[in-house]
């Protein structure tokens, strides 16, 4: 079995069930990832298995500390001990280092977690953050709007998001310019 059909299975295995709409989302974001293909040449599979698995530390059995980034990569170091650079864009996906320091754990991120591969952590950026809650594509100005109106102005979700937007928003202006420059299209907004 290959390892992009491991992760595909085992983010369904983890949220179908207990996180449908997560899970929905999910598959949408791997299926983005799994779209730069052309743009990301040999490391094409390592983005999308970490697109597929980048929300399972939401999994009710999963949750550690409580940050689905820090928990979803823990869960497949330790107990699946896969790929350092898997858990790692997990780990650091969307800007996670913004909310890791709003809630007091930008330590325990960086060093159980250090980031690498930037390149890769912007596309898997530019993949969640181009996907709704339902697994839709849609432009990131929305689906900002979106986790705002979700979470409502008072909420610390908003606070990171509008915190977090400048490094949101520059992952996907990079992607999108990749997407440019070697004339590939999603067939969908970006």
């Known amino acids: 079995m290959g390892y992009l059909v491991w992760a595909r299975e085992l983010a369904q295995k983890v949220l179908e069930r ?9 598959q949408g974001v791997g299926r983005r990832a799994e779209a730069l293909a052309p743009i990301l040449g040999k490391d094409a599979d390592i983005l999308a298995a970490s697109a597929w698995l980048h929300d399972i530390g939401y999994a ?6 409580g940050f689905h980034p820090i928990d979803g990569g823990r869960y ?6 896969a790929d350092e650079l898997l858990c790692r864009l997990v780990a650091h996906h969307t ?14 991120l960086t060093a159980e977690f250090p980031k690498q591969r930037g390149d890769l952590v912007e596309a898997l950026t530019f993949c969640d953050m181009t996907t709704s809650p339902d697994g839709l594509p849609l432009t990131v100005t929305e689906r900002l709007a979106e986790i705002r ?9 908003t606070w990171t ?7 949101i928003l520059s992952a996907v202006r990079a992607v999108e310019s990749r ?11 970006a």
Request: include cysteine; charge should be negative; hydrophobic fraction near 35%.
């Open 76 to 81: 497949l170091r330790d107990v699946h001990g």
């Open 179 to 189: 997407l440019t420059s070697a004339n590939v299209g999603l067939g969908c907004p």
């Open 161 to 167: 998001i509008n915190r977090a937007e400048p490094c």
């Open 95 to 108: 800007c996670a280092e913004i909310e890791a320091d709003e809630r007091g754990l930008l330590d325990i």
């Open 60 to 65: 009710p059995d999963l949750i550690d500390t």
């Open 18 to 26: 207990p996180l449908p709409r997560r899970w929905e989302h999910s």
């Open 149 to 157: 109106a979700r979470y409502g102005p008072e909420d610390a979700v």
